[in-house]
């Protein structure tokens, strides 16, 4: 199916950036035919004339890998990648993969690359193992949260899925004072009540929240498509640094949306609010070594 593309400004501004949110249904556990996905989508996304091109979580291999992961491994420094970001030619990319590290260990990762090389790759950190999930048996946890400089976006955060649900990720996050927050997620919908689906009303409200205390951009994007039996909701997002919905995908289906936005947002929201800047880092590293000796003392 092609996909649909839809244009979102941000705000009432004209951008100077933009984002396009790749919404895309990965074949599970063939990384050749999702490599060609990757290449059709990042050719639409440049006819949009997008600065930036983000894919989900995974989104060269699909989700539930299991076994496979040995065998669908790749490596952000290897051809395949290297293809991908030729083909994004100035844009900047994003994608999600199996990573295999040299001393043989499998990562959920995702990777930065502009300018024509890999910028940043984060590991996934927070492995979800409650209800159907059940990620650490496959692969081992990453082990940093940092963001990263990029010539055009400012200082950059990745996180992966569940890491978006922790509080400590965000935290790091605004102590490292990030003008992009980017998450990648493969959430199947769970608690759907009609027309509602809890953990896309989550998503969008841990998406608003994290905008305004951070005071950056935050950019969702999640698959579709049906996998092991779940059904993957897409509604990939963008938020302003005002907690501002600025851009959101279709439901359920494939979707190129492409978010227009000007960086001069950040400026005016961190004058109105500047949480940022009042944050008291070293009373939080000091309350925090508190407990730390109050539970392991």
Known sequence: ???????????????????ALVQISP?????????ALHLDRIEAARQQNADLIVFPELSLSGYFVRDMVPDIALDPAGPEVAELIQAAGPAALVAGLVEE?????????????????VVHVHRKVYLPTYGLFDESRYFAAGERIEAFDTARFGRVGILICEDFWHLSA???MQAEEVDLLMCGANSPARGVDGPKIQ???TYERLSRAFAQLLGAMVVLVNRVGFEDGLCFWGGSLVVGPDGRLCAHAA?????????AFDPAELRRQ?????LARDEQLLLTIEELNRIKRQLYE
Do not use: K
Not at 27 to 35: E, F, I, K, T
Not at 270 to 274: C, G, T, W
């Open 101 to 117: 590290s040299p001393r043989h260990r499998f990562y959920n990762a995702a990777f930065y690359a502009e300018g024509g090389r």
């Open 1 to 19: 199916m092609d996909p649909t593309t839809q244009t979102r400004d941000w705000g009432e501004c004209h951008g100077e950036r933009r984002v």
């Open 27 to 35: 074949v599970l556990g063939d990384p050749a035919r999702n490599l």
């Open 170 to 172: 965000a935290a790091i």
């Open 270 to 274: 961190r004058l109105v609010a500047p």
């Open 199 to 201: 953990t896309a009303e």
């Open 251 to 259: 439901m359920f289906d494939e979707a190129i949306t492409i978010a």
